[in-house]
Nanobody
Framework: QVQLVESGGGLVQAGGSLRLSCAAS????????MGWFRQAPGKEREFVAA????????PYPDSVKGRFTIFRDNPKNTVYLQMNSLKAEDTAVYYC??????????????????WGQGTQVTVSS
């Protein structure tokens, strides 16, 4: 079955950087767009970034634009989220997700079929 496993979360000071990884298995990775979402306590799940099968990214939301970058390594079946200049408001559980096969990436969590278990990112101010 499809598995998405995130890693790379942790505690970082404001202004610091983290790189999240999401390793995929059970699917032909190159045929799937991928996305990253996050959810802070008491808040709805929020779109962070998405990437097409060939590596093009969707526009980032204003909250992370210029600081976060999504990229993928198809031979390694892995998608990454590079997070720079982290702020306290970036604190959340970060999830990677995949929509159905050959589907284009969207910003709507309901369009994503497969989800990882999440990795906690905590930014101290």
């Amino acid at each position: 079955q499809v598995q998405l496993v995130e890693s790379g979360g942790g505690l970082v000071q404001a202004g610091g950087s983290l790189r999240l990884s999401c390793a995929a298995s059970g699917l032909t990775f190159s045929l799937y767009a991928m996305g990253w979402f996050r959810q802070a306590p008491g808040k709805e799940r929020e779109f962070v970034a998405a990437i097409t099968r060939s590596g093009g990214s969707k526009p980032y939301p204003d909250s992370v634009k210029g600081r976060f970058t999504i990229f993928r390594d198809n031979p390694k079946n892995t998608v990454y989220l590079q997070m720079n200049s982290l702020k306290a408001e970036d604190t959340a559980v970060y999830y990677c997700a995949a929509p159905g096969r050959n589907m284009v990436p969207t910003t709507d969590a309901y369009d994503y079929q497969y989800w990882g278990q999440g990795t906690q990112v905590t930014v101290s101010s």
